[in-house]
């Protein structure tokens, strides 16, 4: 999770590591797996999860005013015509992904090449990294 994070949210990542933790990833104080271990623990609502997308892009707060929203909506619908024949009836809101998240195909496709182009261990690169 953290490499992904770091290639394709690194400004959300340093800037929630920063506001959760007070962390700077350009200096963590921390080895990568105590590192991965804060990314992972990130709560929801936080600038990474929300330019990833998806329901941890919003915060519990934020998740408990949708379904307070909804259900105004169903008391206010309860009161109309419609309610006595079931139409019309208010729908819930679903989270969707943040318009800054990318496809899922697109980062797949990404991530296949990052792959192909990574030498594999015992190649020959000669550079001794993988």
């Known amino acids: ?3 992904g994070a ?3 949210h690194e400004g959300a990542l340093r ?6 933790y007070g962390i700077d990833l350009r200096n963590p104080g921390m080895n990568i797996l105590d590192l991965a271990d804060m990314v992972g623990g990130l709560p929801p609502g936080c600038a990474l ?24 909506h169903v008391l206010q619908w309860f009161k109309t015509k419609d309610a006595r024949t079931g139409a019309n009836a208010p729908k819930p809101i679903e989270f969707r992904a943040s318009s800054a998240a990318p496809d899922d195909r697109k ?5 296949e090449q990052r792959m192909r182009r990574r030498p594999r261990p015992g190649s020959g690169s000669g550079s001794g990294e993988e």
Do not use: T
């Open 107 to 111: 980062v797949r496709a990404r991530r």
């Open 6 to 8: 770091l290639h394709e």
């Open 49 to 72: 999860w929300r330019a990833v997308g998806g329901p941890m892009a919003y915060s519990a707060e934020a998740q408990l005013l949708v379904a307070v929203e909804y259900r105004l």
């Open 15 to 20: 800037a929630s590591l920063r506001a959760e």
């Open 1 to 3: 999770m953290l490499v």
